[in-house]
Nanobody, 121 residues
């Protein structure tokens, strides 16, 4: 079992910055990809960014250039640096981690509890 704890959300003015963190904890697991998704009120959850175990990254086209994803493997933690924030970035941001048990092959997925990001105009 892997549990995710998110932090770093809050309220900022347009043009400001925030950094989200997500730490994975548990036993007998190995992390593969880590990523972020977000959901605005009345909208479906959408992809934001992912980072693989070899540090290769992928971003939603509309966010590339403003957001940066990174990871710190020693802490099993993934970060999302958000710059030049816009009101349309407002929503709940969720961490997603793909992992496996060390004695099994099958992949598993865990989701964080979500953290609110509010950007005012």
């Amino acid at each position: 079992q892997v549990q995710l704890v998110e932090s770093g959300g809050g309220m900022v003015q347009a043009g400001g910055s925030l950094r989200l963190s997500c730490a994975a904890s548990g036993s007998m697991f190995r992390v593969n990809a880590m990523g972020w998704y977000r959901q605005a009120p009345g909208k479906q959850r959408e992809f934001v960014a992912t980072i693989n175990s070899d540090d290769t990254t992928m971003y939603a086209d509309s966010l590339k250039g403003r957001f940066t994803i990174s990871r710190e493997n020693a802490k099993n933690t993934v970060y999302l640096q958000m710059n030049s924030l816009k009101p349309e970035d407002t929503g709940v941001y969720y961490c997603k981690v793909d992992w496996r048990r060390i004695d099994q092959i099958g992949p598993r997925t865990s989701w964080g509890q979500g953290t609110q990001v509010t950007v005012s105009s």
